[in-house]
């Protein structure tokens, strides 16, 4: 009987640690691409039924990791609103020392590694890149001027933005 009481004593302990275990896994993290809605709405607009947001497509989404640059589809009215693409960068940079993030207008062109498409390089809209070892930090809205070229032409427009912060 002694025997009989400690197997189940195991037993019983065996599944306490398993409960545990699966509580504290609940709270781990995942690689799920992040994904994020803007709160706010315009002065003067009127707020979208909550049965219209579940079927919109996210403001922004870290689509994918190559090396240190992060590949991020953010919508074209995302990368219209300086403060949204600055409370982005907080999220996706973090305390990174060496960073990159390419922004890309288009879910479906954003892409998922190197080298990327003409076609992709057309929805390429902005870019931001950072190295604290060297002090370099720079934001720049990139704007197609020859879509019919290989690789399109690119003109870069610097702006004052940053992780947590537009001027």
Same mark, same amino acid.
């Given at each position: 009987?002694?025997?009989?009481?400690?197997?189940?004593?195991?037993?019983?302990?065996?599944?306490?640690?398993?409960?545990?275990?699966?509580?504290?896994?609940?709270?781990?993290?995942?690689?799920?691409?992040?994904?994020?809605?803007?709160?706010?709405?315009?002065?003067?607009?009127?707020?979208?039924?909550?049965?219209?947001?579940?079927?919109?497509?996210?403001?922004?989404?870290?689509?994918? =990791?190559?090396?240190? /640059?992060?590949?991020?589809?953010? $919508?074209?009215? &995302? *990368? !219209?609103?300086?403060?949204?693409?600055?409370?982005?960068l907080?999220?996706?940079?973090?305390?990174?020392?060496?960073?990159q993030?390419?922004?890309?207008?288009?879910?479906?062109?954003?892409?998922?590694?190197?080298?990327?498409?003409?076609?992709?390089?057309?929805?390429?809209k902005?870019?931001?890149?950072?190295?604290?070892?060297?002090?370099?930090?720079?934001? =720049?809205?990139?704007? /197609?001027?020859?879509?019919?070229? $290989?690789?399109? &032409? *690119? !003109?870069?427009?610097?702006?004052?933005?940053?992780?947590?912060?537009?001027?």
């Amino acid at each position: 009987m002694t025997i009989l009481l400690r197997k189940q004593g195991v037993g019983v302990v065996a599944l306490i640690v398993l409960l545990m275990a699966t509580v504290v896994c609940l709270n781990c993290e995942t690689k799920t691409p992040e994904v994020r809605k803007s709160s706010a709405t315009k002065a003067g607009s009127v707020p979208k039924q909550a049965s219209n947001l579940a079927s919109q497509e996210p403001e922004w989404r870290v689509v994918s =990791t190559v090396g240190s /640059v992060k590949m991020v589809y953010m $919508s074209e009215e &995302g *990368l !219209k609103d300086k403060f949204l693409i600055a409370q982005a960068l907080h999220s996706i940079v973090g305390s990174r020392d060496a960073v990159q993030v390419f922004f890309f207008d288009d879910r479906g062109n954003t892409p998922m590694g190197f080298p990327m498409t003409d076609k992709q390089m057309l929805h390429w809209k902005a870019k931001y890149s950072r190295n604290l070892n060297t002090g370099h930090e720079e934001f =720049t809205f990139i704007e /197609v001027v020859d879509p019919n070229s $290989s690789p399109p &032409g *690119l !003109k870069e427009t610097k702006a004052n933005i940053r992780p947590g912060y537009a001027g």
